[in-house]
């Protein structure tokens, strides 16, 4: 028996090797081929429209940093906190910037830094009627849909799911030619830049430091503001992820950036006002009604009419107290009938029981009898028995009192 469980052991063993060596040479013999695959955008790119051109800069040295609302600019001493060397960019933010924060932000600009503007707000309708005082400030008007046959909605429609369906960069670059060509001050190297935009600006020609775009025409202009800059652009879209890799929209981003000792600041408006405040904007008149309503309301609600009630002690009261109060109360509720009723009912009940021939008579001779058996007066007697329910003090009385002789001498 032994023999053949160690034959057995040995037979398994081998078949494990047999099957470990069989693994190991078609594992050896396979031919790895690398695929890739474009899975589009993750999470963090559909969340930050500028995640690579935030990327680029980094590497390179520079800073770019993303701030999601304007309340920096309601901080009175905003202009001598920020430094002069950094760069202001307000994205899509024309028509939300107000005259006070603007003025904040010039402030700043007067003292030597560089603040970069859209034409662009995608969360308004009706841009033709708009006015931005930052452009108010030079005189900078926007011709919407001025030049071009670029399809804004096609593109980002296309940017915006091409990642799921395969299209990649290289797939959008081709769409986009030259909207201008131009180059930066110091720098020999010409420049062709698509602004994804068929909007174009006109401006006035005093403090104009430079212009971009055809005459008339231009995608970008430049003003010198005391000791700062200014720069207007139609659109910040060049900048964004499926984007800044066509043309030379990274180059331009690069040379517009701060120096080393600066950093390039994205403000977003994505500061959302209170439920409260959007009321009291649109419904002021409709709550201040309600609110009036309420307090009327609440004022006739708390009105007392006569003269107050001077609170008395909690005492003990007697049961003859309580009595005499219900007493009162049935004379008010109906003279008394309620009682009267109810004590007849039970004196005739006692006679019946004690006098039992007195029921079968008539109602003279029952008179008559129960007079000379209670020694009453007859007339008393049919008052108390028979009569109807007086409705004043004296007669209730008297009848409750014969009701209650007749019921003693049963």
């Not at 009630?309 to 004379?331: C, K, N």
């Not at 079968?360 to 020694?375: C, G, I, P, T, Y």
Request: net charge negative; charged share 20%; with cysteine.
């Amino acid at each position: 028996m032994q023999r053949s469980n160690s034959f057995a052991a040995i037979g398994i063993a081998v078949a494990v090797l047999l099957l470990v060596g069989l693994g190991v040479y078609w594992y050896q013999g396979l031919e790895w081929i690398e695929y890739e695959r474009d899975l589009g955008p993750n999470e963090k790119a559909r969340r930050e429209p500028f995640l690579a051109a935030q990327i680029f800069i980094e590497k390179r040295g520079y800073k770019l940093e993303s701030n999601p609302s304007f309340r920096d600019f309601d901080n009175p001493d905003f202009a001598l906190k920020t430094s002069t060397d950094d760069a202001i960019v307000l994205v899509d933010a024309y028509g939300s910037l107000s005259q006070k924060r603007a003025q904040t932000l010039l402030e700043w600009v007067e003292r030597g830094g560089h603040l970069m503007v859209t034409a662009k707000n995608p969360y308004l309708k009706g841009m033709e009627k708009i006015q931005d005082p930052v452009f108010e400030e030079f005189g900078v008007e926007v011709e919407r849909n001025g030049q071009g046959d670029f399809d804004e909605e096609l593109w980002g429609a296309i940017s915006t799911i091409g990642g799921y369906v395969g299209i990649t960069q290289e797939d959008l670059c081709p769409m986009l030619y030259p909207q201008a060509e131009f180059s930066f001050e110091g720098d020999e190297n010409t420049i062709g830049v698509h602004f994804l935009s068929n909007d174009t600006l006109y401006g006035q020609d005093d403090y104009l430091y430079a212009s971009v775009g055809p005459d008339g025409a231009s995608r970008m202009l430049q003003y010198e503001y005391g000791d700062g800059m200014v720069t207007y652009m139609v659109s910040l879209d060049m900048w964004k992820n499926f984007a800044i890799g066509c043309q030379d929209h990274a180059y331009m981003l690069w040379q517009m950036a701060p120096g080393d000792s600066g950093v390039m600041h994205f403000y977003y408006n994505r500061d959302f006002p209170s439920l409260g405040s959007v009321l009291w904007r649109h419904f002021y008149a409709a709550i201040a009604v309600g609110a009036l309503t309420l307090l009327l309301w609440l004022w006739y609600r708390g009105m007392r009419f006569g003269p107050l009630r001077d609170e008395e002690p909690g005492t003990q009261r007697q049961i003859l107290e309580h009595i005499a109060a219900s007493a009162r109360f049935l004379w008010r509720m109906d003279k008394g009938q309620a009682l009267v009723e109810s004590v007849r009912a039970e004196t005739w009940q006692a006679i019946s029981k004690r006098l039992q021939h007195i029921t079968r008579l008539e109602q003279s001779v029952q008179v008559a009898q129960l007079a000379k058996h209670f020694q009453m007066n007859e007339q008393a007697v049919e008052a108390a028995l028979f009569g109807p329910i007086p409705n004043d003090p004296v007669s209730f009385v008297n009848i409750i009192r014969a009701l209650k002789r007749i019921k003693d001498k049963l």
